[in-house]
């Protein structure tokens, strides 16, 4: 009876670390886990070559980073604006990915827009769910 109390005590612990699992650790982990599982579609599905989906995702990162940072300190400056800001980033990282589309080539590779439009969408959302947790913090405070 009592390793049954012990262990759901476990669960609740285990279960409220995962609920307030840091947003930093959270966007991270699905960032590299969407390389992982492109570059795995990519190389072994598709048998493409890996260099071009290497130098996606190094520009994919720098700018992923370059937004966050952006973010955070938007939201330090002018927390009143920041879903203004993240409209205006989303924006430019559309812009910036269609440049580097032009620049990588991509129309030569079967099915390109499937491999452009994915990435873009997932790294959208994690920056839009990072500007939420961001807006949400700031309101409770």
Same mark, same amino acid.
């Not at 995702?57 to 400056?77: K, Q, W």
């Given at each position: 009876?009592?390793?049954? *109390?012990?262990?759901?005590? @476990? ?7 995962? &609920? ?5 650790? !959270? ?10 599982? =492109? ?10 070559? @890996? ?8 520009? !994919? ?5 370059? &937004? ?14 920041? /879903?203004?800001?993240?409209? /205006? !980033? ?5 812009g910036l990915m269609y440049l580097? *589309? ?8 079967? /099915?390109? *827009?499937? =491999? ?10 994690? !920056?839009?769910?990072?500007?939420i947790k961001l807006i949400n913090?700031? *309101?409770?405070q």
């Amino acid at each position: 009876m009592r390793s049954v *109390k012990i262990n759901l005590v @476990e669960i609740e612990v285990e279960n409220k670390f995962i &609920m307030k699992l840091n947003p930093n650790i !959270l966007v991270t982990v699905l960032f590299f886990l969407t390389f992982l599982i =492109h570059f795995s579609l990519w190389k072994f599905v598709f048998h493409l070559d @890996e260099i071009i989906i290497v130098k996606f995702y190094l520009f !994919l990162s720098v700018m992923f980073m370059l &937004m966050i940072t952006m973010i955070v300190l938007i939201n330090r400056v002018v927390p009143e604006f920041l /879903g203004l800001a993240v409209i /205006g !980033l989303i924006l430019l990282k559309f812009g910036l990915m269609y440049l580097i *589309k032009e620049k990588l080539n991509f129309e030569v590779i079967p /099915g390109y *827009k499937f =491999h452009f439009i994915i990435p873009y969408f997932v790294l959208t959302t994690l !920056l839009t769910y990072y500007a939420i947790k961001l807006i949400n913090h700031d *309101k409770k405070q």
